[in-house]
């Protein structure tokens, strides 16, 4: 079997684990600005739900295939994450959710309502599932990230673009939004879950909370 790594470019095949009741197939999307998407399904039901349709329908679509989707979840209301939205929600049907400071700016970019406007603790269901919410502003308003505690073994938790291996995401010069955005970070994600918990971020490649621990001092000092 061969072992998943999380590297994976635009045009390329994806990448697949299974994570206790859970399988994670991760892709990358757009040969720009190299987005992933991270198809979720219940090995138990199949029901299957995507974070952040970025872009390019005609390689998210044959993925998700006929199981189709419960759920799209939207980690922020930047528009290189949502691009696929409305053609993906067309084919399938799909509820979809989004941190609710961010819900109004995707659906006026879009077109397509957020009919879940989640906050700090909702669960989003994969089948039998449960993916936990966690708020975490700075980079938006409402970014999200989503924590599945595998029982089975460590947590995984899809970050959008709040948390890469190296850094926290960016925040564009507003020094506010960087202290608002390391602090949760920091307080949400480093201080409440432990080291073997696997990172999923919305560009690049994966990495460990405790692989990143170390440098927390250092992003704080250097502003970014």
Not at 79 to 89: C, E, Y
């Amino acid at each position: 079997m061969v072992t998943y790594t999380g590297d994976v470019t635009p045009g390329g095949a994806p990448d697949v684990r299974d994570a206790g009741g859970l399988r994670i197939t991760k892709v990358a999307v757009d040969e720009k600005m190299s987005n992933n998407c991270y198809l979720l399904r219940c090995r138990t039901s199949g029901a299957q739900v995507l974070v952040d349709a970025a872009a390019e329908p005609d390689t998210l679509l044959p993925l998700i295939g006929e199981a189709g989707l419960t759920t799209v979840v939207t980690t922020h209301q930047h528009w290189d994450h949502h691009r696929a939205l409305k053609a993906v929600v067309d084919a399938t049907g799909a509820e979809v959710a989004a941190g609710f400071p961010d819900a109004d700016a995707i659906t006026e970019q879009t077109g397509v309502e957020v009919t879940r406007p989640v906050r700090q603790g909702d669960v989003v269901r994969v089948g039998e599932v449960s993916l936990e919410v966690i708020t975490i502003a700075g980079h938006t308003p409402g970014s999200i990230a989503l924590l599945y505690d595998d029982p089975e073994g460590h947590p995984h938790l899809f970050t959008g673009d709040s948390l890469f291996p190296g850094g926290v995401g960016n925040t564009f010069g507003d020094e506010a939004a960087f202290i608002q955005l390391i602090d949760e970070v920091e307080t949400k994600v480093f201080q409440r879950l432990p080291d073997e918990t696997w990172f999923y971020p919305g560009h690049g490649g994966d990495s460990t909370l405790g692989a990143e621990r170390p440098h927390l001092a250092e992003w704080r000092a250097r502003g970014w």
